[in-house]
């Protein structure tokens, strides 16, 4: 059964430094995202991007973050400058209808 | 503004016990409800797609009921895999392409 697949599963950084968060979407699906979730707490959609542009931001999602297809398979997120408050689980989904999505295992990022 | 809650936060069962949980809702139009399990750690496991009052889904001994106001996840006769936080979530759509998450319900089931 296709799955999402997310890269790398754990991320280590220091405070400032820029990390890049990878996801391999189900191959058929056209609308990828972007979720963030804190320890303990819900899970926050952060973009969504269809057609090789962004369709929607959250607030959370400011000027820090960027999202880029730069190939036919990989859907990247990148913090440019991390603070601590983006440690958290990165989950990465796509959907072939822009209603059920499928989600990866996530990528928790700890910002020292 | 669309607004998911989950009750109860958390629930222990024992094994067979069966039982319910809630998912109330807010939303100016609803597109979808979606019933999500999550692994500690991992990723949310899509479980159901509800789209309009009246429908009912089930798979194994879940069955996933959508009203107006609030959705049920009923669980018959639970295994101790069964334990997991289920996520309940709305897509409103309309431009608003994220779904909107409640904070779940921590399920154990005990043997």
């Known amino acids: 059964e296709p799955e999402v697949t997310q890269t790398p599963s754990h991320q280590v950084t220091q405070m400032g430094q820029e990390v890049i968060l990878r996801c391999v979407p189900i191959s058929n699906h056209l609308y990828f995202y972007w979720y963030r979730q804190i320890l303990g707490q819900k899970v926050e959609f952060l973009v969504s991007?269809?057609?090789?542009?962004?369709?929607?931001k959250s607030e959370i999602f400011d000027d820090q973050f960027s999202v880029e297809r730069p190939d036919g398979s990989n859907f990247t997120l990148k913090i440019r400058s991390t603070k601590l408050e983006d440690s958290a689980m990165y989950f990465c989904?796509?959907?072939?209808?822009?209603?059920?999505?499928?989600f990866g295992p996530g990528t928790r990022l700890l910002v020292l | 503004e669309d607004q998911v809650t989950q009750s109860p936060e958390a629930l222990r069962l024992q094994e067979g016990e069966s039982s319910s949980l809630n998912c109330s809702y807010t939303v100016s139009g609803l597109r979808g409800l979606f019933w999500y399990r999550q692994d500690p750690g991992k990723g949310p496991e899509f479980l159901f797609t509800l789209y309009s009052a009246g429908e009912e889904k089930e798979k194994e001994r879940l069955k996933a009921t959508l009203t107006k106001k609030e959705s049920f996840l009923h669980i018959t006769a639970p295994k101790p895999e069964d334990s997991a936080t289920y996520l309940c979530?709305?897509?409103?759509?309309?431009?608003?392409?994220?779904?909107?998450f409640g904070k779940g319900t921590h399920l154990i089931i005990q043997p």
């Open positions: 989904a796509s959907s072939i209808s822009q209603e059920t999505q499928y």
């Open positions: 979530a709305l897509y409103s759509g309309g431009g608003a392409d994220g779904l909107t």
């Open positions: 991007f269809y057609n090789n542009e962004i369709s929607e």
